[in-house]
Structure formats: C-alpha cells, structure tokens
T-cell receptor, first 113, second 115 residues
Framework: KQEVTQIPAALSVPEGENLVLNCSFTDSAIYNLQWFRQDPGKGLTSLLLIQSSQREQTSGRLNASLDKSSGRSTLYIAASQPGDSATYLCAVKGDNQGGKLIFGQGTELSVKP | DAGVIQSPRHEVTEMGQEVTLRCKPISGHNSLFWYRQTMMRGLELLIYFNNNVPIDDSGMPEDRFSAKMPNASFSTLKIQPSEPRDSAVYFC?????????????FGPGTRLTVL
C-alpha cells in the first residue's frame, strides 16, 4: 500500500531565504508526482507535475525534483516571500491506479517579513 | 472559466440528519473526484467517476455515504445519517481524463460540521 510522508510538518523561515520541502513515498511504481499548494480555507492548486520519467520540473522560483528509485521528491523555493505562506502537499499517482492520487499530510510553511 | 463549483461552502447539521453536498465540474472535464480532508487523516480520496461512471469507490467509509453523477455537469455526495465523525472539509475535483499527465483541479471545498 502506497504511503506518502512529508517532513517537516511545519516550517517557519524569514523572507528571502531559500528552502526545501521533502516528500517520500514507499512504492516506487508511480506514474507521476505532483506538488500542490493549499491556502487556508481554499482548495488545492497544482504547482508542478513530474512524470515518472523526469528528474525535475521548474516554474518560476519553484523547482521540484524526483528520485523514483529512492522514493523521494523535493520542492525547492527560491527567495521565499510572505505570499508563499501556505500548506504544500505532494501526491503520487501509482501504476494501474487510474486517477487515484495518494497525498501526504502536507508541510505548513510560514514566511515571515 | 468558473472553475469547480461546490455548494454549500459551509454546512452545520445535527447528528442523524441527511447531508447532500454538490459539485459542478469544469466544463469539458470528464473525470470527477470526491475527497475528504481532516486533521487526523489528511486528504483522502472517497470516490471518482469517469464519463459519469463510478470507477473506484473503495475510499467511501461506509454505507452511510453515497455519490452520484447523473450527468457530466453535476455530482452529489450524500451522507445519511450523518455522525459527528463525518465533520471534515469535502473537496470535489475534476480533470480532463485519467491519463498520467493530467492534473486535477480542486473546488473550494464544503466545510461540514455535524453536531
């Protein structure tokens, strides 16, 4: 059974700092991995999607990497801003699971001005 | 595009009452997902549909929960009878398919409180 873990559960950093969020999964047979952002009281917004054949994806100040063999992904946020404060969730789609996504518990990020 | 629309946004009810949550997917999307989010269990998939047909309902917690998708633009999640442990935020999401490169778009959620 696929399990997704995110560490740390919460993170507080000063504005301008570069930071890394971690995601690990137990079954390396995945189709893809996604990083989502969730603002308080809101739904989830997809940030980056990495296919199983890819090593990384970049969007602006965000860079996500994937190491399938070790069951790990990282989300790198450069030059963090207070507007980056949110909960970040990673989710994996496994082989032969249709549309099913398995989510981690998330990392709550707070960027202090 | 208006995105995924969910109603109501907040629902407070008493134990034993029937609760119906509604979802309108993004126009043109043919896959629809219902999730539940709690502090203890995080975000869990309850059921998903493809072309209005339920594909996987293994996440539905028990017989008190049921979901329907009578047409491509509407879905309901019903809880009858409701219990306090059903209190959670329920999200609906839609996508243009189930292929591996397709992302899901989430609605704002319905916060359900069962007293």
């Amino acid at each position: 059974k696929q399990e997704v873990t995110q560490i740390p559960a919460a993170l507080s950093v000063p504005e301008g700092e570069n930071l890394v969020l971690n995601c690990s999964f137990t079954d390396s047979a995945i189709y893809n991995l996604q990083w989502f952002r969730q603002d308080p009281g809101k739904g989830l917004t997809s940030l980056l999607l990495i296919q199983s054949s890819q090593r990384e994806q970049t969007s602006g100040r965000l860079n996500a990497s994937l190491d399938k063999s070790s069951g790990r992904s990282t989300l790198y946020i450069a030059a963090s801003q207070p507007g980056d404060s949110a909960t970040y969730l990673c989710a994996v789609k496994g082989d032969n699971q249709g549309g099913k996504l398995i989510f981690g518990q998330g990392t709550e990020l707070s960027v202090k001005p | 595009d208006a995105g995924v629309i969910q109603s109501p946004r907040h629902e407070v009810t008493e134990m034993g009452q029937e609760v119906t949550l509604r979802c309108k997917p993004i126009s043109g999307h043919n896959s629809l997902f219902w999730y539940r989010q709690t502090m203890m269990r995080g975000l869990e998939l309850l059921i998903y549909f493809n072309n209005n047909v339920p594909i996987d309902d293994s996440g539905m917690p028990e017989d008190r929960f049921s979901a329907k998708m009578p047409n491509a633009s509407f879905s309901t999640l019903k809880i009858q009878p409701s219990e306090p442990r059903d209190s959670a935020v329920y999200f609906c999401a839609s996508s243009s398919g189930l292929e591996w490169g397709v992302t899901q778009y989430f609605g704002p959620g319905t916060r359900l409180t069962v007293l």
